[in-house]
């Protein structure tokens, strides 16, 4: 199993300006992943964090939007650059570990951009 | 990537068996079934993942009939803690297994 943890768990921040979102896994994940969760809805993929490299984004979501960095096995963050009220939603980090089909999620980031 | 398709919502009483129905008729050959469940405010949490027949575990029973175009999740005597959203996931980790969540399952549990 892995405990994954986000930070911060909330923030209201002003438009235009960036919100960086970590992303710290207790143990190794062989894949990262970022969501994003508009509330009483599903989650939407932003994009697989790939170790080392450029972030794998899904259809609608670009990389100068949501910058991803992932320097190592364990920890991963997510940027929302440039805010507007339309960005508000919750932010889930996630983790694939030893078993292929079995994903952690963190608490999620609430973010609400005034 | 399969397509899945479950009732928006379902209520049920407690102490009650909940079965909830997902429908994937394009499942391929190597894809995994796997639910998860979510409360209000917290991340999803996995609860189940099987391929064919039955699969049991300490939360729930999955059933998956010989076709596997469908799965059923079985939820034994449900408690109001049981009230949340599930998600049923298809998948295959050929190469890489990406978690993509459809609308999901709401659950509603009444005393």
């Known amino acids: 199993s892995a405990v994954i943890s986000q930070k911060p768990s909330r923030d209201i921040c002003q438009r235009g300006t960036s919100l960086t979102i970590q992303c710290q896994v207790d143990s190794q994940v062989t894949m990262m992943f970022w969501y994003r969760q508009q509330p009483g809805q599903s989650l939407t993929l932003i994009a697989t964090a790939n170790q080392g490299s450029e972030a794998t984004y899904e259809s609608g979501f670009v990389i100068d939007k949501f910058p991803i960095s992932r320097p190592n096995l364990t920890f991963s963050t997510l940027t929302v650059s440039n805010m507007s009220p339309e960005d508000s939603s919750i932010y889930l980090c996630?983790?694939?570990?030893?078993?292929?089909?079995?994903?952690?999620f963190g608490q999620g980031t609430r973010l609400t951009v005034v | 990537l399969a397509k899945t398709t479950q009732p928006i919502s379902m209520d049920s009483y407690e102490g009650q068996e909940v079965n909830i129905t997902c429908s994937h008729n394009?499942?391929?050959?190597?894809?995994?079934i796997t639910w998860y469940q979510q409360f209000p405010s917290q991340g999803p949490r996995f609860i189940i993942q099987g391929y064919k027949t039955k699969v049991t575990n300490e939360v729930a029973s999955l059933f998956i009939p010989a076709d596997r175009k469908s799965s059923t999740l079985s939820l034994p005597r449900v408690s109001l803690s049981d009230t949340a959203v599930y998600y049923c996931?298809?998948?295959?980790?050929?190469?890489?297994?990406?978690?993509?969540f459809g609308r999901g399952t709401s659950l509603i549990v009444h005393p």
């Open positions: 394009n499942i391929a050959t190597n894809d995994y």
């Open positions: 996931l298809v998948g295959s980790s050929g190469g890489s297994y990406i978690p993509t």
């Open positions: 996630s983790g694939l570990t030893g078993n292929l089909y079995e994903a952690f």
